[in-house]
T-cell receptor, first 115, second 111 residues
Framework: DAMVIQNPRYQVTQFGKPVTLSCSQTLNHNVMYWYQQKSSQAPKLLFHYYDKDFNNEADTPDNFQSRRPNTSFCFLDIRSPGLGDAAMYLC??????????????FGPGTRLLVL | SQQGEEDPQALSIQEGENATMNCSYKTSINNLQWYRQNSGRGLVHLILIRSNEREKHSGRLRVTLDTSKKSSSLLITASRAADTASYFCATDKAAGNKLTFGGGTRVLVKP
């Protein structure tokens, strides 16, 4: 089945130790997104790629970086995780059409714990 | 700041009852979408309503949109225990492929 896959599902890192979260998709969608979701809160968009074009949200901390080496894969790098970065990180995709009916397809998320 | 605000924040009902939740937003939109999230999982798209539509149905779901009041409602009829989840509205302000999510409504359906 076509899907959005996130690995690992749970990630434990130490304060200040770089960590990378992975996302892959078999939907062949043009757009990939990374969201941060803290407990009982709305998902917050960090950045998205339209194909290879990177779009950073204005309030995304510099500590967060992303890479998209090809259509299928996208990575979230947290350079120096702080305790406040503990959250669920959601990857999503969309076709990238401008029809006005775009929906997003989400992966299961990676829950990050910072010790 | 969040585009959407949802109300109520939490809702507890008995199986078979209807569940209604509301979403308000601040700026003009292209469309409004509702997503469901089971505990500790990703979001699943439920239904999309365009800005020129007033009502839409999908199975046991009914969505309304009032652009003059900048609000939407999601009704789940004949709820089931499996409907227990958080429900988020999300607005698409322009054809820019970006969604802004509301704070969500946590729904508990008791068997």
């Amino acid at each position: 089945d076509a899907m959005v896959i996130q690995n690992p599902r749970y990630q434990v890192t130490q304060f200040g130790k770089p960590v990378t979260l992975s996302c892959s998709q078999t939907l062949n969608h043009n757009v990939m997104y990374w969201y941060q979701q803290k407990s009982s809160q709305a998902p917050k968009l960090l950045f998205h790629y339209y194909d290879k074009d990177f779009n950073n949200e204005a309030d995304t901390p510099d500590n967060f970086q992303s890479r998209r080496p090809n259509t299928s894969f996208c990575f979230l790098d947290i350079r120096s995780p702080g305790l406040g970065d503990a959250a669920m990180y959601l990857c999503a995709t969309s076709r990238g059409e401008t029809s006005g009916t775009e929906t997003q397809y989400f992966g299961p998320g990676t829950r990050l714990l910072v010790l | 700041s969040q585009q959407g605000e949802e109300d109520p924040q939490a809702l507890s009902i008995q199986e078979g009852e209807n569940a209604t939740m509301n979403c308000s937003y601040k700026t003009s939109i292209n469309n409004l979408q509702w997503y469901r999230q089971n505990s500790g999982r990703g979001l699943v798209h439920l239904i999309l309503i365009r800005s020129n539509e007033r009502e839409k149905h999908s199975g046991r779901l009914r969505v309304t949109l009032d652009t003059s009041k900048k609000s939407s409602s999601l009704l789940i009829t004949a709820s089931r225990a499996a409907d227990t989840a958080s429900y988020f509205c999300a607005t698409d302000k322009a054809a820019g492929n970006k969604l802004t999510f509301g704070g969500g409504t946590r729904v508990l359906v008791k068997p």
